[in-house]
């Protein structure tokens, strides 16, 4: 509950921070706040390589299956929103969204059979059950018919999956798959699509809750890896 708090009011201040102004500037200090990018566990992905790699491949190969358990079904979030979002200013941003994080779940597939099994780890099934619960917030967030929900919740999960996708990328790599393009939409392009759809005050609630719950799933992901990788490395 106190982690849970923590979080929380983490997020209340990005968004305090802008909370009259324009959306895309919300949503930026949302992901920025508490995004993949800014948790400890996640960012250690990207303090060394080779021997001086903070994470060990069991803690990578945790991440890619734990990921692909929360992100790697399809339909996923981004697809449940393009089937919520009647706003024209987002239609081809969602199409080429969910075409482009198809090949991203398709990569995920790929990193996570190629690091091999999840790392043995205490209270595994009670791990499996509490990313079940997550995926299924996800779903029920994505289908939301709250206009301007589900798009908060798909622009949040985009923005942050660049670096989500860095850390695949190093998983990957250890065991000899090589990375291709991402092709989603840039950050400009989706952060114009967030203005389009925004602007009334009803429509930016709507927004910015969705992305709140995004990435409050998304960092309830890493709090856990993070959890898992410190019971594995008691136990060394």
């Given at each position: 509950?106190?982690?849970?708090?923590?979080?929380?009011?983490?997020?209340?201040?990005?968004?305090?921070?802008?909370?009259?102004?324009?959306?895309?500037?919300?949503?930026?200090a949302?992901?920025?706040?508490?995004?993949?990018?800014?948790?400890a566990?996640?960012?250690?992905a990207?303090?060394?390589?080779?021997r001086?790699?903070?994470?060990?491949?069991?803690?990578?190969?945790?991440?890619?299956?734990?990921?692909?358990?929360?992100?790697?079904?399809?339909?996923?979030?981004?697809?449940?929103?393009?089937?919520?979002?009647?706003?024209?200013?987002?239609?081809?941003?969602?199409?080429?969204?969910?075409?482009?994080?198809?090949?991203?779940?398709?990569?995920?597939?790929?990193?996570?059979?190629?690091?091999?099994?999840?790392?043995?780890?205490?209270?595994?099934?009670?791990?499996?059950?509490?990313?079940?619960?997550?995926?299924?917030?996800?779903?029920?967030?994505?289908?939301s018919?709250?206009?301007?929900c589900?798009?908060?919740?798909?622009?949040?999960?985009?923005?942050?999956?660049?670096?989500?996708?860095?850390?695949?990328?190093?998983?990957?790599?250890?065991?000899?798959?090589?990375?291709?393009?991402?092709?989603?939409?840039?950050?400009?392009?989706?952060?114009?699509?967030?203005?389009?759809?925004?602007?009334?005050?009803?429509?930016?609630?709507?927004?910015?809750?969705?992305?709140?719950?995004?990435?409050?799933?998304?960092?309830?992901?890493?709090?856990?890896?993070?959890?898992?990788?410190?019971?594995?490395?008691?136990?060394?």
């Open positions: 509950m106190a982690l849970a708090a923590a979080q929380g009011l983490t997020m209340n201040e990005a968004a305090a921070r802008l909370g009259t102004g324009d959306i895309s500037q919300v949503i930026e949302l992901v920025a706040a508490d995004g993949t990018d800014g948790h566990h996640a960012s250690s990207r303090a060394g390589i080779g001086d790699a903070v994470l060990t491949l069991a803690d990578l190969a945790d991440a890619a299956h734990y990921l692909c358990l929360l992100h790697g079904r399809h339909p996923g979030v981004i697809d449940h929103a393009a089937t919520r979002s009647a706003d024209n200013g987002a239609r081809a941003w969602l199409v080429q969204a969910a075409d482009a994080f198809a090949r991203e779940r398709a990569y995920l597939t790929q990193v996570t059979v190629a690091v091999g099994p999840v790392p043995s780890t205490a209270g595994q099934s009670d791990c499996e059950a509490i990313v079940s619960q997550q995926r299924h917030a996800l779903d029920m967030l994505a289908q018919d709250r206009r301007g589900a798009m908060g919740a798909a622009i949040a999960l985009l923005l942050d999956w660049r670096a989500v996708r860095h850390i695949l990328e190093m998983a990957g790599i250890r065991v000899g798959v090589e990375p291709h393009a991402c092709d989603l939409p840039d950050r400009a392009a989706t952060f114009n699509v967030a203005r389009a759809i925004g602007g009334d005050d009803a429509t930016d609630r709507a927004i910015q809750f969705g992305a709140r719950q995004l990435l409050s799933q998304q960092r309830g992901l890493w709090d856990l890896l993070q959890a898992r990788a410190e019971i594995r490395r008691q136990k060394r």
